[in-house]
């Protein structure tokens, strides 16, 4: 094929789509038209308190003040510190007004990540509440707490508001970083409003009610948040923990007839396998993004809410959420869902080693750009970095028209006969786990400095095989150093998020080695399912009720045997395993758990203790005999094969809270 012949069948399937809109244009200006235009409509709605577009436009105005006499300059960091709150909205929007960009921090990331990010971001400000103040790192940056009256000496913001550039930042996210440090991104007030357009483009219906599903460092929440109060819709929030716990959030969705939800695909899988489906009506599009779409899912969403539309959506962090999608025709069957189109303003283009354009049915890589600005600004403080990954089209050798700049993501892919695109993985050590994109080398430079560590190779085993995916670390050790696998988890947990810790760990001898004399990674072990080393020995599970978790953990994690001390989390588990045992107990006493059951009581012990003292009620109704001592039951507790997983991506980033209880039937 001639290359001008593979122009033209590429030029038909990357069609320039754009929509224009004011240059002039920012995020809270759009926001403060809509209250504007409806001040009285609830435009939040958390754990029942609610507050109306013109409460939210005042209150952020108040935000913004006080930050402005604070000394906040345009495009200044300020870092934002908050568990899911109204006050978590209103934090956003006083940022913006005042020209300053956000930079969310999960309040569940270790210190030391925290602290680097409040350096290296530079951020004089942080918001956060009352309750998280002392959670902070040391830090020299001014502490406002949003749930509590701000100074009231500021002068009120200026009406109408100064004129924003639509080129300052809006936002920075970190992401996983290869050196061992996370890197920020920056995206831009047009780079947002872009990708609004483009998605309004794809789904233009109406927007009853949207929730947020999603941490806020999680890219997702950028599109959730401005898609939903831009259009003068309302935003449902679930209180912190509560988008773990299926029956809950179907709760939520049910009460406030939530239309619209953009979630993981692993999230919405467990949503549809353990929430009443009569209460999940009220939706009509559902977003999937962050991992593979198991095409089980859109089979069992187009069963389970024959009137919502299901789109499965692809994007990085650094091409502002997303750049592609794929509407679910009814009746889908493919055996690989692929990740669709451009959004309009969007450009995507796969090339080769030499940066050529590869034909259809080709594999190469992603590059994506746009007729407007859809890429982000590059990442903070990381110029080399910036410049590898963000690319001047003049350099390559595809004539490349409408781009400004394109973004390298590493993601390999090929177009599909229908101009679709199929996503093939990655070509470096980046992957995609838990939602997350996570550099392989930062948990490799993390886990080489505890001082019993000689080598360490990590990678992800089983990448395309949904439901299967483990994060495997590898590790030699000094000589003479015996170290647990609860040992280097409470390491790593003080520098990673949960998300970056290892599922297992496997000790060797020694590292496999190529004829070059570096690490083979096609030649190592697969994880045995055998019990792995722990801090605390093995003891067998006593009563009826202990065997039976214990047994319910070993199908689950894949690892036996299982001791009655063994942590659930230390043993490999994830929080969509820890939602699947939960949804098995639920079912099993017909009773509604907290999932935030597990984090309290992590042994099988432990929470067959608390099952007996919380539950004696409804163990006595499951002819369930429990013994109150440290012998056996007088009968056996039947056991209950749990239902075979489907096809299931591993990971919801793990946001909970650490409050104890349960529910009992509400």
């Given at each position: ?55 939210l ?12 006499q ?23 929007f ?94 831009t ?47 449902v ?32 899988t ?34 389970l ?25 009814k ?41 407007k ?47 679709n ?5 990655r ?9 997350f ?45 015996e170290v647990?696998?609860?040992e280097?988890r409470?390491y ?5 998020p ?18 070059n ?13 055998e019990?792995?080393?722990?801090a ?22 894949d ?33 509604s ?74």
């Open positions: 094929m001639t290359t001008d012949a593979q122009r033209v069948i590429m030029s038909k399937h990357n069609i320039v789509s754009e929509i224009s809109f004011p240059s002039d244009v920012s995020l809270h200006h759009l926001f403060s038209r809509q209250a504007e235009r409806y001040p009285d409509k609830t435009a939040l709605i958390f754990r029942g308190e609610s507050m109306t577009f013109r409460q436009d005042q209150r952020s105005d108040e935000v913004a003040a006080r930050l402005l604070l000394g906040v300059q345009p495009e200044d960091f300020v870092a934002l510190y908050l568990e899911r709150s109204l006050e978590l909205i209103v934090g956003i006083g940022i913006l007004k005042a020209g300053g960009a956000y930079v969310p921090i999960d309040v569940d990331y270790p210190r030391d990540r925290m602290a680097f990010m409040l350096d290296d971001a530079q951020a004089r400000i942080v918001l956060t509440q009352h309750h998280l103040k002392d959670k902070l790192p040391a830090t020299g940056a001014e502490i406002l707490c949003l749930d509590q009256p701000l100074s009231t000496c500021a002068p009120p913001l200026a009406r109408p508001l100064p004129a924003t550039p639509a080129d300052r930042l809006a936002y920075m996210i970190y992401t996983s970083g290869s050196t061992g440090r996370p890197k920020g991104v920056m995206i007030h047009e780079n947002v409003c872009n990708q609004l357009e483009g998605q309004q483009a794809i789904a233009p219906e109406p927007i009853g009610a949207m929730m947020l599903t999603t941490s806020i460092s999680f890219d997702v929440s950028v599109l959730t948040i401005f898609w939903s109060l831009l259009q003068g819709a309302t935003l929030i679930p209180r912190q923990g509560e988008e773990k716990d299926m029956t809950r959030l179907a709760d939520t969705i049910y009460k406030n007839k939530v239309t619209h939800v953009l979630t993981l695909p692993s999230l919405y467990l949503l549809l396998e353990q929430a009443p489906p009569e209460k999940l009506q009220s939706i009509r599009l559902v977003n999937v993004s962050g991992e593979v779409c198991p095409v089980s899912l859109a089979q069992k969403h187009e069963q809410i024959p009137n919502g539309q299901l789109y499965n959506l692809y994007g990085p962090t650094e091409a502002t959420v997303n750049c592609t999608y794929f509407k679910f025709p009746g889908f069957d493919a055996k690989k869902a692929p990740i669709g189109k451009p959004i309009k303003n969007y450009q995507i283009f796969i090339l080769n080693e030499n940066r050529e354009e590869v034909p259809p049915g080709e594999v190469g890589e992603i590059y994506i750009g746009g007729t600005p859809v890429v982000g600004r590059g990442y903070w403080n990381r110029p080399q970095l910036t410049a590898a990954r963000f690319i001047d089209p003049s350099t390559l050798k595809t004539p490349i028209q409408n781009s400004k700049t394109l973004y390298r993501t590493g993601d390999l892919a090929r177009w599909m006969p229908d101009g695109i199929e996503f093939l993985g070509s470096d050590f980046q992957v995609k786990y838990r939602g994109r996570i550099e392989l080398g930062e948990i490799e430079t993390a886990l080489s400095n505890h001082p019993a560590v000689k080598e360490t190779v990590v990678m992800l085993r089983n990448p395309h095989e949904v439901g299967r995916q483990q994060l495997v670390a590898y590790l030699t050790f000094n000589q003479n150093r647990s696998v609860s280097l409470d790593l947990s003080a520098t990673l949960e998300y970056m810790l290892p599922s297992r760990f496997v000790f060797l001898k020694k590292m496999p080695l190529t004829t004399g570096k690490f083979d990674r096609n030649a190592l072990p697969a994880p045995a399912k019990r792995p080393r722990l605390s020995a093995f003891e067998a599970p006593l009563s009826a009720l202990e065997k039976d978790i214990a047994a319910r953990w070993e199908t689950l994690l690892v036996a045997p299982i001791g009655r001390h063994d942590k659930f989390f230390e043993l490999g588990g994830t929080s969509i395993q820890a939602a699947r045992f939960i949804g098995e107990m639920m079912e099993k006493l017909n009773t758990i907290f999932i935030t059951t597990i984090f309290d009581h992590p042994t099988v012990a432990a929470y067959a203790r608390f099952l007996q003292e919380t539950y004696p009620e409804n163990l006595t109704d499951n002819a369930i005999i429990v013994s109150h001592g440290e012998g056996e039951c007088e009968s056996p507790l039947p056991f209950l094969t749990p239902q075979q997983i489907a096809a299931f991506p591993q990971y919801i980033p793990i946001h909970l809270s650490k409050t104890k209880g349960a529910v009992n039937g509400s």
